[in-house]
């Protein structure tokens, strides 16, 4: 059974291979989870962490390493956009990243789209209450594009619908058609930031219509108008009993949206995940999950005396580990019924034995990684440091000269933090 602090151990891993390229690292054991486009921050997560929690940071890495791989934050921080902008943005380009990654890593899309029905599905909540209804616009562009992963987001993606269609009526057809030219082809961040920009503008021009009477024949009218897909998912035609918002003051919460903080506005997938992360976190240091990172300790060449005792003490260390490496991987022959004529069998045919056929079979050979932890804390000063150290020597000696073995040696603590390691031999040396 795989442990869940296995599987966290082996986040850096996993991001690295995301990421495409080596550079790419994750550091768990901060207090927020972030990015800051090359390494990918977790808080420090607890030992005995829930399924879900794990599944949560998973989706994070994948998220996060899907923005590091195809994001271009060179030309996302030249264009300095608006919050509002910036949260439409934000939208099309998770939605775009995500596309792409899933499309080399599968896997990855079922952990996205359990994100994504875990938020804006189960956990959504309308904000027809005493949420300003402009929110209603950012919302709905956000969960049309969720919709199109996940056909269940339409559900509460009709809450907002109901609002446009109530408070800011003619904006969602606008809306709809930049977002079908994003769904058809959005290439790349400049392009999701054009189409955001044309979003933006979309709201900001927007014009009351003019108000008509609030008649049942009315009533249907809207109805009508709606889409036949949504019809079947919400009656969004419920909601026209309500009064709506005045068109001097629609006009004006569209304004005062457009001036908004980014904190007053919907949050995006990252944001969401970085939230209930953090909120995660391990209380005591005693029971969260970190990885040591690569630090540096002074270090020099071991003694002449002391590497001849090593190599002395091994002797007999070397001679087995060979010896038993060599039985696992040398050929053997068994005698049959298939196979190649075994001349000295031949004997056999005289007493009807049909064995006289040879079949050699090679066992598998050995492939495999021994990684050797020095512990150089404190405790160890004095003759047992010595001792553990003319031992590393030895054993990776022995190791090094057996075909099919990779070993190395690593220090602990190294001068940064007790979370540190310094490399003293790496795989490969």
Not at 85 to 99: A, G, M, V
Not at 329 to 335: E, L
Request: charged share 20%; with cysteine; hydrophobic share 40%.
């Amino acid at each position: 059974m795989i442990r869940t602090k296995d599987v966290l151990n082996c986040l850096p891993l996993l991001a690295s291979v995301l990421g495409d390229q080596y550079g790419v690292q994750v550091c768990i054991g901060g207090k927020e989870a972030c990015t800051n486009g090359k390494v990918i921050y977790l808080p420090a997560l607890p030992t005995d962490c829930e399924p879900e929690l794990l599944a949560m940071a998973r989706g994070f890495v994948d998220h996060e390493a899907a923005h590091i791989r195809h994001t271009d934050f060179t030309a996302l921080r030249t264009a300095k956009l608006d919050p509002v902008t910036f949260n439409l943005f934000n939208c099309l380009e998770d939605w775009r990243i995500e596309k792409k990654l899933s499309a080399i890593f599968p896997g990855c899309r079922h952990n996205l789209n359990w994100l994504i029905r875990r938020f804006f599905v189960e956990e959504a909540e309308s904000r027809a209450g005493d949420d300003p209804p402009a929110l209603a616009v950012l919302d709905y562009v956000l969960l049309t594009v969720r919709a199109w992963d996940v056909e269940e987001v339409n559900r509460p993606r009709m809450a907002a619908v109901d609002a446009l269609l109530k408070h800011f009526p003619g904006l969602r057809e606008v809306l709809d058609a930049v977002l079908a030219k994003v769904y058809i082809h959005c290439p790349d961040t400049a392009a999701a930031m054009a189409y955001a920009r044309q979003l933006a503008q979309s709201i900001r021009q927007w014009e009351p219509q003019q108000q008509q009477k609030e008649t049942r024949e009315n009533g249907a009218d809207l109805c009508d108008s709606a889409p036949q897909s949504d019809q079947d998912i919400s009656s969004d035609c419920a909601s026209q009993t309500q009064q709506p918002t005045s068109p001097s003051r629609a006009k004006d919460q569209l304004a005062a949206l457009l001036h908004a903080e980014a904190q007053d506005l919907p949050q995006n997938l990252g944001e969401l995940l970085s939230t209930a992360l953090t909120l995660c976190q391990a209380e005591s240091a005693f029971e969260k999950v970190t990885v040591a990172i690569e630090g540096f300790r002074q270090s020099g060449a071991l003694p002449e005396e002391q590497k001849l005792q090593a190599l002395q003490a091994s002797t007999a260390l070397r001679t087995r580990l060979q010896g038993l490496l060599q039985a696992r991987t040398q050929k053997r022959c068994s005698i049959g019924r298939r196979g190649a004529l075994h001349p000295g069998s031949l004997h056999r045919l005289q007493t009807g034995n049909p064995r006289i056929f040879s079949r050699e079979a090679e066992q598998t050979g050995l492939n495999t990684a021994v990684h050797i932890l020095l512990d150089v804390s404190g405790s160890m000063s004095g003759i047992p440091i010595v001792l553990a150290k003319q031992a590393c020597f030895a054993v990776a000696k022995a190791l090094e000269n057996i075909k099919g073995v990779n070993p190395a040696v690593t220090a602990f603590p190294a001068m940064a933090s007790t979370s540190s390691v310094f490399p003293i031999m790496r795989h490969g040396q």
